[in-house]
């Protein structure tokens, strides 16, 4: 009964407000990433910062997170060969072998 009185209006303002609420929905999420890109920038250049300023730190990993995935691949197997010569005794691990 209550479709016959508003007929195909009714309709069209229950679709009008989805598709509002889908907008808005999207809007939302996209100004939250938007944030959390600049947050991630923030604090991946204070990071990079306190890299440089610490003498014995491999100034060669700034700017890691602009490297390919095989490249990131390798740098983690060689910081994984250096850990695990740490944790065996080797000594410290040498930034030379990093490059």
Same mark, same amino acid.
């Given at each position: 009964m209550r479709r016959s009185l508003? =007929?195909?209006?009714?309709? $069209?303002?229950?679709?009008s407000r989805a598709t509002?609420? #889908?907008?808005? $929905?999207? &809007?939302?999420v996209f100004l939250i990433q938007l944030r959390q890109n600049r947050d991630n920038a %923030? %604090?991946? &250049?204070?990071l990079d910062e306190l890299i440089r300023r610490l003498e014995a730190a491999r100034t060669s990993l700034v700017g890691l997170e602009?490297? #390919?995935? +095989? +490249?990131l $691949? +390798? %740098? $983690?197997?060689q910081l994984g060969r250096l850990r695990e010569r740490h944790a065996g =005794? =080797?000594?410290?691990?040498d930034s030379a +072998? &990093?490059?």
């Amino acid at each position: 009964m209550r479709r016959s009185l508003h =007929g195909p209006r009714g309709r $069209a303002r229950t679709t009008s407000r989805a598709t509002a609420t #889908s907008i808005g $929905a999207f &809007l939302i999420v996209f100004l939250i990433q938007l944030r959390q890109n600049r947050d991630n920038a %923030v %604090v991946q &250049l204070k990071l990079d910062e306190l890299i440089r300023r610490l003498e014995a730190a491999r100034t060669s990993l700034v700017g890691l997170e602009h490297h #390919s995935d +095989e +490249e990131l $691949a +390798e %740098v $983690a197997q060689q910081l994984g060969r250096l850990r695990e010569r740490h944790a065996g =005794g =080797g000594g410290t691990a040498d930034s030379a +072998e &990093l490059t």
